[in-house]
């Protein structure tokens, strides 16, 4: 059974900090691109940062850049997600995916993890 369990989330201040992490079983990690999502209400499903099954720099959405840093665990089968110098425009409901095709576009997405909400006061 496929699972992907994401933890993490929480209230924090502007400027604050929080660490996501999914854990991933019932697939082979290596064979999939996996990532981070987020959806903020009213608003479409994003890709916030991933690793695409070819390698080489992990993608990361603009506006995340310089303080989101995602990183992998191959052996224990976990993706994290460090966020800095979080921003109200980043409260949304953040999701665990991953995808055989390998290359991480919501549409594309084989497994989703449930959501863990992040929310950032001003």
């Known amino acids: 059974e496929v699972q992907l369990q994401a933890s993490g989330g929480g209230l924090v201040q502007a400027g604050g900090s929080l660490r996501l992490s999914c854990a991933a079983s019932g697939f082979t990690f290596d064979d999939y691109a996996i990532g981070w999502f987020r959806q903020a209400p009213g608003k479409e499903r994003v890709a916030v940062s991933c690793?695409?099954?070819?390698?080489?720099?992990?993608y990361y959405l603009d506006s995340v850049k310089g303080r989101f840093t995602i990183s992998s665990d191959n052996a224990k089968n976990t993706v994290d997600l460090q966020m800095n110098s979080l921003e109200p425009e980043d409260t949304a409901v953040y999701y665990c995916?991953?995808?055989?095709?390998?290359?991480?576009?919501?549409?594309?997405?084989?497994?989703w993890g449930k959501g863990t909400l992040v929310t950032v006061s001003s």
């Open positions: 995916a991953a995808s055989s095709v390998g290359i991480c576009e919501s549409y594309l997405m084989d497994y």
């Open positions: 690793f695409s099954r070819s390698g080489g720099s992990a």
